[in-house]
């Protein structure tokens, strides 16, 4: 797993370094209101395209794993032209006829229906980019992976800084820089997978992938109405200023996903082979492998809680510093996905992905709930609590139902206590952040708690001390461990 994640890692370090090398260029052009609004131009089209997809992306991932190479190619070229289909006709028929509606009435005119419209075609862009390059993660071409996002990443920054700086635009160049990579990598990604695909189409595989996919379908629209519920509220009840604040903070605790999704594409492969073996030695790598993770994952979440204060005054303006009380909140969101990294493949495993729709249905109640109650008075920390406590719930009813379906020994208390140490230690750094000090005191008193944090980890055995030395020499001197 390590050998696999450590390209996924590197790109994932250049993806978080150019994000924070831009931020001082471009928070120097875009104020938190402009953040808002590609926020949501990156949000409405994501959602439009992956409901229009009916659950496929996952369909062909879990399929990978067990389909033979003729008939998954069969497979890929059906559903290409099952896509093309589908976003034509949702784009033709709903959503460019109806974006002035739409822009009226979901987003209180913020985003102009010309906007809406390229929102629409960028998000169909990103699913065709995210689809191929899960097929690529599935074959284990972890480098050719890794170039295309550093190719996404780069280009996106560039193009943006261009348009910023060169052409006078404010919000529309982030838009324009996410299309032009957007469109640029998925030409890429499609000729990296061309072998996958052959010429005619499948309809009984096309049928398997629907059977496999379509369960997914609620569990889908209950996840997107899960994260735009809080940011139409935002916009509606605060304004565009407190949704660019919320998006800004999630750009911070968004590198613990980066990270987690790094490391989690090496995981699923590992897990999906391994599971299939049904043995205790392989359950035993399984759960050893997912340990490992979640302690890094819960180490670079401190980290990121703790030093947002320092990065939001070195690399942004004054404007968009009160962010850093909303990181450590939503990092806690993220580290309650690291369940998902175990729980996702176990369904995918069992093709149970029914089990999800209730589960969801049950955590956008409370998050809408929690919302309305909290987001009017509170505005972006009611969301960011409410967004916390709800995937909380979420992540150990699907862990719980997907160790039904595909029991593994993670241990239930184990785990808990990984997550009982990691509250137990947000909270010194939560206040260390508000605290009236020198940078140099402050980041002493962070350097301290992590240096504990790893103790204590090595101590109750969430990680083995020899783990961490022999991945740590593998990644810096390419040394496979044993």
């Known amino acids: ?199 005619g189409l499948s309809p009984q595989s096309m049928k398997r992938a629907l059977k496999f996919g379509l369960p997914e379908v609620p569990n889908l629209v209950v996840s997107i109405l899960y994260g735009a519920f809080d940011k139409t509220m935002l916009v509606n009840y605060k304004g565009l200023g407190e949704v660019g604040q919320y998006e800004f903070g999630g750009k911070f605790a968004g590198i613990l996903k980066i990270i987690m999704d790094a490391l989690g594409k090496g995981f699923s492969p590992f897990f999906l082979k391994n599971i299939t073996e049904k043995n205790e030695d392989s359950d035993r790598a399984i759960i050893e492998n997912f340990y490992f993770m979640a302690f890094i994952l819960s180490f670079v979440g401190l980290c990121i809680s703790y030093f947002s204060e320092e990065a939001l005054i070195l690399l942004t303006t004054t404007e968009f510093y009160s962010a850093k009380y909303l990181v450590p909140g939503l990092v806690v969101f993220y580290l309650f996905g690291i369940m998902g990294q175990l729980s996702m493949n176990q369904l995918i495993s069992a093709e149970k992905l029914y089990v999800l729709a209730p589960i969801s249905v049950l955590g956008l109640a409370l998050n809408m709930a929690m919302n309305v109650l909290l987001i009017p008075k509170y505005g972006a920390i009611g969301a960011v609590v409410a967004t916390a406590l709800s995937a909380l719930i979420m992540s150990v009813l699907q862990l719980y139902f997907a160790n039904k379906v595909t029991p593994l020994p993670f241990g239930a208390r184990k785990l808990f206590g990984l997550y009982a140490i990691v509250f137990l230690f947000m909270i010194p750094g939560y206040y260390v952040i508000q605290m009236e000090a020198s940078v140099i005191v402050k980041l002493a008193f962070k350097f301290v708690i992590l240096c504990f944090f790893c103790i204590v980890g090595v101590k109750c055995n969430f990680v083995r001390a020899s783990i961490i030395y022999q991945s740590a020499g593998f990644l810096i001197k390419r040394v496979k461990p044993d």
Request: hydrophobic letters at 55%; one cysteine or more; a positive charge.
């Open 1 to 199: 797993m390590i050998r696999q994640s450590k390209n996924y890692l590197l790109a994932s370090v250049f993806t978080v370094g150019v994000n924070f090398l831009t931020l001082p260029l471009f928070t120097a052009y875009l104020t938190p209101a402009d953040y808002g609004l590609v926020g949501l131009f990156l949000l409405f089209g994501s959602t439009v395209a992956n409901l229009s997809s009916f659950g496929l992306n996952t369909a062909s991932y879990g399929l990978f794993f067990k389909l033979s190479a003729e008939y998954f190619r069969h497979l890929q070229s059906t559903v290409f032209i099952f896509l093309i289909v589908s976003f034509s006709a949702v784009g033709f028929v709903l959503i460019f006829p109806a974006s002035g509606t739409i822009s009226q009435h979901l987003f209180n005119d913020s985003l102009s229906p010309e906007v809406l419209k390229l929102s629409f075609l960028n998000g169909c862009l990103a699913y065709f980019y995210v689809y191929y390059g899960q097929l690529l993660v599935a074959q284990q071409r972890s480098k050719a992976f890794a170039c295309i996002v550093v190719i996404q990443i780069s280009l996106n920054a560039l193009a943006t800084f261009y348009f910023l700086a060169f052409q006078s635009m404010t919000f529309m160049g982030p838009i324009f820089g996410a299309l032009l990579a957007n469109a640029t990598v998925f030409i890429i990604t499609l000729v990296c997978n061309r072998k996958l695909f052959f010429l």
